[in-house]
């Protein structure tokens, strides 16, 4: 994998990826356009999928060893992309959506043990044709919130057919599209799933109490999660002797 960049992500080069639709027509959700444009995010997820059970596969193989306890993806609802692009302060257009917002295409990485995180992060970072444009390591550096986890954005090649659509000229036979990665133990997901339940799909704010509490829970299943590697790694070197 070409490491493009360090832990900030850049702005990719719009014309250079092979998408040439005309880069400032207004988005329109309801568009034969925008839904094609989110159909070519869903490949990358799958392909992005595709290659994480194959490591799980390969691993359990090899190894006789689960790295990865489940994965799921999700494509970004398309009324979240422009709420998104206007709390950036971006036009809605085709050239900002594509540039700008990197999560359209997400997907999620479960692992048992803290170790298996940087395990599948070496194994994204050296694939073949994929571009790593960013990675945030939130397990050494927890968000203000306690959130723990490893993000990053890679750019996956997505083949394109032109099937029925040969009169488009934004189709090529190959482009890069951006998918962003969350990697977690079962313990930090079991948090960010019901933190964000609680802070974000509901209309009354946690009191700052509650705030607190969640950010302590933060930090002891942060502790549980290394209690438990260490206790895995003995039992590990014991299965050696």
């Known amino acids: 994998m070409k490491k493009i960049s360090g832990n900030n992500c850049r702005d990719i080069d719009f014309s250079e990826k092979g998408i040439t639709i005309n880069e400032l027509i207004p988005i329109k959700i309801k568009d034969e356009e925008f839904s094609l ?46 709420n998104k692009m206007k709390k950036k302060n971006l036009e809605l257009n085709y050239k900002n959506l594509v540039e700008n917002i990197n999560d359209i295409a997400g997907v999620r990485v479960v692992c048992p043990m803290k170790d298996d995180i940087y395990t ?21 550096n ?24 040969e009169d488009k000229a934004y189709l090529k036979n190959q482009i890069f599209v951006k998918v962003e990665i969350q990697i977690r133990t079962m313990a930090m997901d079991f948090w960010a799933t019901n933190e964000h339940k609680m802070k974000y799909k509901t209309s009354k704010n946690l009191s700052f109490i509650d705030s607190n509490r969640l950010k302590l829970y933060a930090r002891i299943i942060n502790v549980i999660d290394d209690r438990f590697s260490k206790i895995n790694k003995k039992r590990e070197i014991n299965e050696l002797i």
């Open 142 to 165: 927890p968000k203000k919130s306690g959130y723990s986890g490893y993000h990053l954005i890679v750019e996956v090649p997505v083949k394109i057919t032109s099937e029925g659509n």
């Open 37 to 82: 444009l989110m159909s070519i995010y869903e490949k990358a997820s799958i392909q992005v999928l595709q290659m994480l059970g194959g490591v799980q596969k390969e691993y359990n193989n090899i190894f006789n060893k689960n790295i990865i306890n489940h994965t799921t993806s999700r494509i970004k609802e398309p009324k979240s992309i422009l």
């Open 120 to 140: 599948i992060v070496k194994i994204i970072e050296n694939v073949p044709n994929w571009n790593l444009i960013c990675e945030k390591d939130y397990i050494k």
